[in-house]
């Protein structure tokens, strides 16, 4: 299975990009992901199909690793029509001319809706998990079923974000714990694993202001309705386990033919008619893998091809001069670049990448634990799937180390190097933070590890290292305490997580002294005004044979326009 980026056009002229997954070869099957989940809800399925069709599941605008859908000029809420219209966009650009579709819940409703308004375009239409809702229901979901996740200085908005998710498998809907909610589902679910929470959590939190768009227009949608217009092949179906299995109860019995109403009794068999449903309207062969269409004004989003897996990145392609390949932080993601990003933009190309394991890239990554020398591999074999020659390196963190290992080993020509905060630690300093710096943070049952992030990135503000919070401590830099900015960072952490720990204690063990006098190029190491890295950075300076030292502003703006003024092709 691999991933890929759609750069869809709009009518007004704006690009929209959407992230899907695709698997399999032979005739095309679109699949359509539940709400607040993304694709990555689909895989079991894709991958039990892969023999038979080719398929393809995009992130719905606003959730996964896709753009939302522009905001509408009246500022009215989206309707299904906006995500059909959506999806008949994305499928325009991968070239797909006619294909089956396959909707779980949302997707289910969405499925519903294209089968509506675009029988031409669909080979047949199966909407699993169909919901059909009293009006005293729509008012009850679509005034409490949306919460408030705005970051709070103490983090409690996680405790939210993880009891929302939580309690989805202990009520319908989860925002009312009545004895009546509780009846839907207590024959149904028990409470996943901590694990398996986590990844609904994390796709929860990649919607960010957006839960509401596709979720909320599902909700309003009368599905009876939909039902009447459709004139294709459909199957609306559900499991006994599915949360939705009674309100197949709901639907008249005075549909039109091409839609047949049929209940499974586990998952499986379900899974197996829809595929048999598939097949038998199957037309044709999928085609080709479209590669993904720059976007003009902003970063965009892609995939490399390294010899491991895909590396997630961001380019901007204009400009001119040796490219900028930006490397970032253990535990954090390309996004962190966005400053630096912004002051490149149109005047000079770049790509940032997210490391193995971080971000939106994958985390399974080879046989073992993310290290050092595996993200360097990584962005070497990505620079050469590129055709990326030459470039200037800056990288923030511990990414200096993997930027060190990247030097000395790829055939690219290194111009520069910036490191900004460089990790520079001596034997007492890797001591101290072996057991403690990076912790694990598996996920727990109640979701205490939220909560050890969020105070890990806020204490990292005041405190090195965080876990020693003593006076003597304190960093002399004015800390970052924006709920909102410590949020995002939370949430590269968790996704991170658990390849956060395993490269930091690879990181711990690396020899960067050596490295540093190993490099031959002019190297600057910048460490923020107050930084606790000053004295380190200062010190990798001395090492380097062409190494300066630089004290950077803390202002994002101004320390993004150094550290490019730097540049000296």
Same mark, same amino acid.
């Given at each position: 299975?691999?991933?890929?980026?759609?750069?869809?056009?709009?009518?007004?002229?704006?690009?929209?990009?959407?992230?899907?997954?695709?698997?399999?070869?032979?005739?095309?099957?679109?699949?359509?992901?539940?709400?607040?989940?993304?694709?990555?809800?689909?895989?079991?399925?894709?991958?039990?199909?892969?023999?038979?069709?080719?398929?393809?599941?995009?992130?719905?605008?606003?959730?996964? /690793?896709?753009?939302?859908?522009?905001?509408?000029?009246?500022?009215?809420?989206?309707?299904?029509?906006?995500?059909?219209?959506?999806?008949?966009?994305?499928?325009?650009?991968?070239?797909?001319?006619?294909?089956?579709? !396959?909707?779980?819940?949302?997707?289910?409703?969405?499925?519903?809706?294209?089968?509506?308004?675009?029988?031409?375009?669909?080979?047949?239409?199966?909407?699993?998990? !169909?919901?059909?809702?009293?009006?005293?229901?729509?008012?009850?979901?679509?005034?409490?079923?949306?919460?408030?996740?705005?970051?709070?200085?103490?983090?409690?908005?996680?405790?939210?974000?993880?009891?929302?998710?939580?309690?989805?498998?202990?009520?319908?809907?989860?925002?009312?714990?009545?004895?009546?909610?509780?009846?839907?589902?207590?024959?149904?679910?028990?409470?996943? /694993?901590?694990?398996?929470?986590?990844?609904?959590?994390?796709?929860?939190?990649?919607?960010?202001?957006?839960?509401?768009?596709?979720?909320?227009?599902?909700?309003?949608?009368?599905?009876?309705?939909?039902?009447?217009?459709?004139?294709?092949?459909?199957?609306?179906?559900?499991?006994?386990?599915?949360?939705? !299995?009674?309100?197949?109860?709901?639907?008249?019995?005075?549909?039109?033919?091409?839609?047949?109403?049929?209940?499974?009794?586990?998952?499986?068999?379900?899974?197996?008619?829809?595929?048999?449903?598939?097949?038998?309207?199957?037309?044709?062969?999928?085609?080709?893998?479209?590669?993904?269409?720059?976007?003009?004004?902003?970063?965009?989003?892609?995939?490399?091809?390294?010899?491991?897996?895909?590396?997630?990145?961001?380019?901007?392609?204009?400009?001119?001069?040796?490219?900028?390949?930006?490397?970032?932080?253990?535990?954090?993601?390309?996004?962190?670049?966005?400053?630096?990003?912004?002051?490149?933009?149109?005047?000079?190309?770049?790509?940032?990448?997210?490391?193995?394991?971080?971000?939106?890239?994958?985390?399974?990554?080879?046989?073992?634990?993310?290290?050092?020398?595996?993200?360097?591999?990584?962005?070497?074999?990505?620079?050469?799937?590129?055709? =990326?020659?030459? /470039?200037?390196?800056?990288?923030?963190?511990?990414?200096?180390?993997? /930027?060190?290992?990247?030097?000395?080993?790829?055939?690219?020509?290194?111009?520069?190097?910036?490191?900004?905060?460089?990790?520079?630690?001596?034997?007492?300093?890797?001591?101290?933070?072996?057991?403690?710096?990076?912790?694990?943070?598996?996920?727990?049952?109640?979701?205490?590890?939220?909560?050890?992030?969020?105070?890990?990135?806020?204490?990292?503000?005041?405190?090195?290292?965080?876990?020693?919070?003593?006076?003597?401590?304190?960093?002399?830099?004015?800390?970052?305490?924006?709920?909102?900015?410590?949020?995002?960072?939370?949430?590269?952490?968790?996704?991170?997580?658990?390849?956060?720990?395993?490269?930091?204690?690879?990181?711990?063990?690396?020899?960067?002294?050596?490295?540093?006098?190993?490099?031959?190029?002019?190297?600057?190491?910048?460490?923020?005004?107050?930084?606790?890295?000053?004295?380190?950075?200062?010190?990798?300076?001395?090492?380097?044979?062409?190494?300066?030292?630089?004290?950077?502003?803390?202002?994002?703006?101004?320390?993004?326009?150094?550290?490019?003024?730097? =540049?000296?092709?």
């Amino acid at each position: 299975m691999t991933r890929h980026v759609a750069s869809v056009s709009a009518p007004d002229g704006a690009t929209r990009q959407v992230h899907y997954r695709r698997v399999g070869s032979g005739p095309p099957v679109i699949l359509l992901h539940m709400s607040p989940r993304s694709s990555a809800e689909l895989e079991p399925l894709m991958l039990a199909w892969s023999d038979t069709f080719t398929l393809i599941a995009p992130d719905t605008p606003g959730y996964g /690793a896709s753009d939302p859908l522009p905001e509408k000029e009246d500022g009215a809420v989206f309707d299904l029509t906006d995500f059909t219209d959506a999806l008949i966009a994305f499928a325009d650009t991968l070239g797909l001319e006619r294909f089956g579709l !396959y909707g779980h819940h949302t997707g289910a409703m969405i499925a519903a809706e294209c089968a509506r308004r675009h029988p031409d375009r669909l080979t047949v239409t199966v909407a699993n998990g !169909y919901l059909v809702i009293t009006e005293e229901e729509r008012e009850e979901i679509l005034e409490n079923y949306f919460s408030d996740y705005t970051p709070e200085a103490d983090g409690r908005h996680l405790a939210h974000v993880w009891q929302r998710i939580r309690d989805q498998f202990l009520f319908f809907p989860w925002s009312v714990n009545t004895k009546a909610a509780r009846k839907v589902m207590q024959d149904k679910f028990a409470i996943p /694993a901590p694990d398996i929470l986590q990844e609904d959590v994390l796709d929860l939190l990649r919607t960010g202001n957006h839960e509401s768009d596709g979720y909320g227009a599902a909700f309003r949608c009368d599905g009876i309705d939909i039902l009447r217009g459709v004139t294709g092949p459909c199957l609306v179906t559900a499991q006994v386990q599915d949360l939705l !299995y009674e309100h197949l109860d709901r639907l008249p019995s005075d549909l039109p033919n091409t839609v047949t109403v049929q209940r499974y009794d586990d998952l499986d068999n379900l899974n197996d008619a829809a595929k048999t449903l598939l097949v038998e309207h199957a037309e044709g062969d999928a085609p080709p893998l479209t590669a993904t269409g720059t976007v003009s004004g902003r970063a965009w989003a892609s995939y490399a091809e390294t010899k491991t897996g895909q590396l997630y990145m961001r380019r901007g392609h204009a400009g001119s001069g040796v490219p900028v390949v930006l490397i970032h932080n253990l535990g954090s993601s390309c996004q962190r670049w966005q400053p630096v990003m912004s002051t490149l933009m149109g005047k000079r190309p770049f790509v940032a990448f997210d490391l193995p394991g971080h971000g939106e890239t994958g985390n399974a990554w080879g046989d073992g634990p993310v290290t050092i020398d595996a993200c360097a591999q990584a962005i070497d074999d990505a620079l050469d799937s590129l055709g =990326i020659e030459t /470039a200037h390196v800056f990288a923030y963190g511990g990414g200096g180390l993997v /930027a060190l290992n990247l030097i000395e080993r790829t055939s690219t020509d290194v111009k520069s190097l910036t490191a900004v905060d460089f990790w520079l630690f001596d034997d007492a300093d890797k001591k101290k933070l072996r057991d403690r710096f990076a912790p694990s943070l598996s996920p727990q049952p109640y979701g205490q590890h939220m909560a050890e992030a969020w105070y890990m990135v806020r204490d990292s503000e005041l405190f090195w290292p965080w876990f020693e919070t003593i006076p003597e401590n304190a960093i002399a830099q004015p800390p970052e305490t924006n709920p909102a900015r410590l949020h995002s960072r939370v949430v590269d952490v968790l996704k991170a997580s658990p390849a956060y720990h395993h490269v930091v204690q690879d990181a711990l063990s690396f020899d960067s002294e050596t490295a540093l006098k190993q490099i031959t190029i002019p190297a600057t190491f910048g460490p923020r005004n107050g930084s606790p890295y000053t004295s380190r950075c200062e010190r990798a300076a001395t090492l380097a044979p062409q190494g300066k030292s630089l004290t950077l502003s803390n202002d994002h703006s101004r320390r993004a326009a150094a550290v490019v003024a730097l =540049i000296k092709d």
